[in-house]
C-alpha cells in the first residue's frame, strides 16, 4: 500500500507505472540522503517534544543500520514499494512497530525529495569542485613547463600571430577559474535547507527548522516555505549551469587537442595506448577519448535548455512535472566527472613537439612582429603595415628576430602565479 493510498482504492498499474517512471533508479542514489535527513528530522521532533526520548532512541538506531546498509551496499528497493521514502517508513515499522509511522509528523515527500536532491547535489558540487580543480593544476603546470615552445596562433583558422604552449594550457586554466566561481554560486544555492516547509506550506506542528539546518550541515535555510518548494528545478537549473560552463571549457580544449593532433598540424601526441585504431587503415591514431568529451561536454550543454523549459511555466507548489529533473541532471553528473577524470588521464601523457615554428610555411605568423619593430623605429603604423604587406604580396617578406613580449598575459609574461591567486581567491569564496 502507498503512503498516500486510501483503503479499499485500487491503484490502475499502468498509470502507477507511468506516473513511478525512473524514481525508483534514481531513488537508490538518493536513499543515503534519505536516511541522513531522517535522522535530522528525529533528532529535531524529539527536541520539540513531538516524539518521546524512547522512540527516538529506537528509530535513530534502526536509521542508522539502514544506513549502514546503504553505505555497504546491502540496500535494495523492495519491488511493491513505490519510492526510498516509502522504503525506509516500511522497513522501520516492520521493524519497530508504530514508533516507524512516526517518522513522517512534520514533512511532507515533497520537501524529503527536496532534501534528499540538495544533500546530492551538494556532495556532488564538492567532487565536480575537486576533479576541476585537479585539471586545473595539471594545465598550469603543463603551461609552465612548455612555456618556451612556441605554437601558431589562429584566427578564422588563418595562420594569425606566434602563440606557445604556454599560453595555450593557460588560457584554459584561467578558464577553470571563472568556471569554479559559478560553480561556487550553485553549490552556495544547493547549501540551503528545505526542510520544514512540508507540502510548500510550512507545518502547525511547533518544528525547529534552524536545529535541522545546523544538523545537516546546511550554510542556511529557504525561509519561505512556498520558496523551499519552488526552488525545485531552480537549484538544478543553476548546477546545471554550472556544469554546463565547464563542459563548454572541455568541449572547446577537446577541439583543440583533437586539431592539433591531426597529421595537418601534427603539434602535439599521445602514447597509442591512449588512442584508439581503424579497422582498414593501419597508420590511425584516432582523438577518440576527446572526440567523446567534446560530445558528452555538448550534450552537457544543453540540460539549463532542457531544465528551463521543464520547469519555466509551472505555478508555485509542487508539481509531478519536477520529478523529471533528476533523470535530466543526475546521469550528466556523473558524464561531467568521468570527462574531467579523462582529460586528466591524457592530459598527463600528452607529449608537446618542439620548434614548430621553424617550419617555413608559418612564416607570416611573423607579418605583426615586423610591423612593430618598424614601428619601434619610427614609421607611423599605417606605413608600416602597408610595406609589409606589399613584402607579402611580393613574396620577399622575412623576419627572423626572437620574441619579445613582455606584457601582462603573453608569450614572456603569463602570469600563471597571478591566475592561481584568482583561483585561491574564488576557493575561499566556497568556504
Not at 277 to 294: A, C, T, W, Y
Not at 335 to 351: D, G, P, T, V
Not at 375 to 403: C, H, M, S, W
Amino acid at each position: 500500500m502507498k503512503l498516500w493510498q486510501k483503503e479499499n482504492t485500487e491503484i490502475s498499474a499502468i498509470i502507477e507505472n507511468f506516473t513511478v517512471g525512473r524514481d525508483r533508479e534514481f531513488d537508490m542514489i538518493l536513499a543515503k540522503y534519505d536516511v541522513l535527513g531522517s535522522l535530522a528530522h528525529i533528532t529535531m521532533l524529539q527536541s520539540v517534544g513531538l516524539l518521546s526520548e524512547a522512540d527516538f532512541s529506537i528509530l535513530k538506531n534502526e536509521l542508522t543500520n539502514i544506513l549502514a546498509d546503504i553505505e555497504n551496499d546491502e540496500f535494495s528497493l523492495r519491488e511493491d514499494v513505490e519510492d526510498i521514502h516509502s522504503q525506509v517508513e516500511l522497513m522501520l515499522t516492520e521493524k519497530i512497530g508504530d514508533a516507524g509511522k512516526k517518522i513522517h509528523s512534520g514533512r511532507s515527500r515533497n520537501d524529503q525529495v527536496a532534501l534528499d536532491i540538495k544533500l546530492y547535489l551538494r556532495e556532488q558540487l564538492l567532487e565536480i569542485k575537486i576533479a576541476s580543480l585537479k585539471l586545473f593544476e595539471l594545465l598550469l603546470h603543463l603551461s609552465e613547463t612548455h612555456k618556451d615552445k612556441l605554437l601558431p596562433g589562429y584566427t578564422h583558422m588563418q595562420l594569425a600571430m606566434p602563440s606557445s604552449f604556454g599560453l595555450w594550457f593557460g588560457a584554459y586554466a584561467e578558464s577553470l577559474v571563472d568556471d569554479m566561481d559559478l560553480l561556487g554560486t550553485a553549490y552556495h544555492m544547493a547549501d540551503k535547507n528545505p526542510l520544514g516547509s512540508g507540502a510548500g506550506y510550512g507545518s502547525s506542528f511547533p518544528l525547529n527548522r534552524t536545529l535541522t539546518t545546523q544538523l545537516l550541515n546546511f550554510n542556511s535555510l529557504h525561509y519561505n516555505s512556498v520558496y523551499a518548494q519552488m526552488s525545485r528545478g531552480k537549484t538544478e537549473r543553476f548546477v546545471a549551469m554550472a556544469m554546463s560552463s565547464i563542459s563548454a571549457t572541455l568541449s572547446r580544449f577537446s577541439m583543440d587537442v583533437i586539431l592539433f593532433m591531426n597529421q595537418n598540424f601534427g603539434f602535439i601526441s599521445f602514447p597509442a595506448s591512449l588512442t584508439t585504431g581503424s579497422s582498414i587503415m593501419p597508420h590511425k591514431k584516432n582523438p577518440d577519448v576527446f572526440e567523446l568529451i567534446r560530445a558528452k561536454c555538448n550534450r552537457i550543454q544543453s540540460i539549463p535548455n532542457e531544465l528551463t523549459l521543464l520547469v519555466n511555466n509551472l505555478p508555485s507548489g509542487y508539481h509531478r512535472d519536477l520529478q523529471l529533473t533528476k533523470e535530466i541532471l543526475f546521469p550528466a553528473i556523473e558524464e561531467l566527472k568521468s570527462c574531467l577524470q579523462m582529460a586528466c588521464i591524457m592530459l598527463e601523457q600528452i607529449i608537446v613537439k618542439e620548434n614548430i615554428l621553424d617550419d617555413e610555411k608559418y612564416k607570416y605568423l611573423f607579418t605583426v612582429e615586423k610591423v612593430n619593430a618598424l614601428v619601434n623605429q619610427g614609421i607611423p603604423f599605417r606605413e608600416a603595415y602597408k610595406q609589409v604587406g606589399d613584402e607579402v604580396e611580393k613574396g620577399t617578406f622575412n623576419y627572423k628576430e626572437a620574441l619579445h613580449h613582455t606584457h601582462e598575459g603573453s608569450i614572456g609574461n603569463l602570469c600563471n602565479a597571478q591566475i592561481k591567486a584568482l583561483m585561491e581567491d574564488v576557493l575561499k569564496r566556497w568556504d
